[in-house]
Nanobody
Framework: QLQLVESGGGLVQPGGSLKLSCAAS????????IGWFRQAPGKEREGVSC????????NYVDSVKGRFTISRDNVKNTVYLQMNSLKPEDSAIYFC?????????????????????WGQGTQVTVSS
């Protein structure tokens, strides 16, 4: 059974940091591009960041550039999202998702692809 499990969420003060993890079971992540998405109450789901299967390509939504860093450890079958300088508007449920690379992307990842496998999410709350 293919499964993604997120962890690392919690309550943090503005300006603080959290590191989210996305662990896979039932399949190996190194064959997949991985994306992080978030959804706040009353808002649509938003793509935050993605990383290609090789780790050579990453993308970020403008609002998190310079603050968030995505990385992967294919030996541990885990993808991470390091979030620094957190703001209240970063509060949301964060999901990781996996999709097979699209040859038309030439080794890059995209947050606009239709991702096939999703985790259950982890809550991130940024508040004083």
């Amino acid at each position: 059974q293919l499964q993604l499990v997120e962890s690392g969420g919690g309550l943090v003060q503005p300006g603080g940091s959290l590191k989210l993890s996305c662990a896979a079971s039932g399949f190996t992540l190194d064959n997949y591009n991985i994306g992080w998405f978030r959804q706040a109450p009353g808002k649509e789901r938003e793509g935050v960041s993605c990383i290609s299967s090789s780790g050579s390509s990453t993308n970020y939504v403008d609002s998190v550039k310079g603050r968030f860093t995505i990385s992967r450890d294919n030996v541990k079958n885990t993808v991470y999202l390091q979030m620094n300088s957190l703001k209240p508007e970063d509060s949301a449920i964060y999901f990781c998702a996996a999709v097979r690379p699209n040859v038309l992307l030439f080794g890059r990842c995209s947050l606009l692809q239709k991702y096939d496998y999703w985790g259950q999410g982890t809550q991130v709350t940024v508040s004083s």
